[in-house]
């Protein structure tokens, strides 16, 4: 199977240039509220989490450092922006609230 070792490269590039993808999302929810508003924390959160059962999978059963990688930068990027979601949705609630 000598493609195997391409078919691993590709994987590790495809898995990085997908977790810089999220960079584009972050900058625009954390410059605009409104638009952070209309992203749901329930599935970032969850994408987050499932990122990383996947990187401990990755790390401890596979043990694929690149795997590992690839589930860590997913969790980062996905964990970011519920964070940012989520801050906005708090100081959203706080601005509307009578005092």
Known sequence: MTFLP???SLY??????????YL???MKAWSDRNHALSLSPLTFGGWC???L???LYASLLVHDHIFTA???????GSGAL????????IASRRESSPC
């Open 6 to 8: 391409a078919l691993k």
């Open 12 to 21: 590790a590039v495809n898995g990085f240039v997908a977790v810089l993808l």
């Open 24 to 26: 584009p999302q972050i």
């Open 49 to 51: 989490i499932g990122s």
């Open 53 to 55: 059962i996947t990187a």
């Open 70 to 76: 690839v589930s860590l930068g997913n969790a980062l």
């Open 82 to 89: 519920f964070l940012i979601v989520l801050a906005s949705r």
